[in-house]
């Protein structure tokens, strides 16, 4: 093993989970707001300071999960020793998937959207992005926001506000998805509404 996979974990877990989870919260209550979760963890290249910090925050050993970046050992090594979550070897039965910057949402289809039952038992998709702003405005709307909001990243794929407009269409099932980049993450759960403006 080299050092990449030591290396870039919390310097104090319990605290820094604590603090990242409480972040994360807010974030999904309020849709479309940019969190700062800050420098705390540092994993291998493509994870952002924000992505380690999720995963390092959220996945165990009852958390499968999926990477699709080309770099899927050195990041599931990394999380395997810092986290202890198992790595899917299916899309399907992951809990948390890695996508890429060059994903395709046509393949989003393919995640766990739950059950009746387990509405619960869906994907949470952490999706990289170039900037979190400088991008085509799109306006959000559904639970947590009063009105309206905006948010305009950089580097979503082509044909992301349909696929997450199907996703809507799907509630209560369907995937809850994070946009990151850096130490910034942006939350859009399942009930929000997307258009482009």
């Not at 994903?103 to 009746?116: C, E, K, L, N, P």
Request: charged fraction near 15%.
């Amino acid at each position: 093993m080299n050092t990449v996979t030591f290396d870039g974990g919390f310097a104090d877990p319990v605290f820094a989970s604590q603090d990242v989870f409480h972040a994360i919260m807010h974030a999904f209550s309020r849709p479309g707001s940019v969190a700062n979760l800050g420098e705390r963890a540092s994993g291998p290249a493509p994870l952002c300071a924000a992505a380690s910090a999720i995963l390092l925050t959220s996945a165990d050993y009852d958390t499968p999960v999926w990477i699709e970046a080309s770099e899927a050992q050195h990041v599931a090594t990394w999380l395997t020793f810092h986290s202890g979550a198992p790595i899917a070897q299916q899309p399907e039965k992951a809990s948390f998937v890695l996508l890429s910057e060059a994903s395709d949402v046509a393949q989003w289809q393919g995640f766990a959207h739950g059950t009746m039952e387990y509405p619960d038992r869906s994907a949470t998709l952490i999706l990289p992005v170039h900037s979190m702003d400088g991008g085509a405005l799109l306006e959000l709307t559904g639970p947590g926001i009063e009105t309206s909001s905006s948010i305009a990243p950089v580097g979503l794929p082509d044909g992301f506000v349909d696929a997450m407009d199907a996703n809507a269409a799907r509630y209560p099932l369907g995937f809850d998805i994070l946009l990151v980049c850096g130490a910034e993450a942006i939350a859009l759960p399942r009930t929000t509404r997307i258009r482009e403006v």
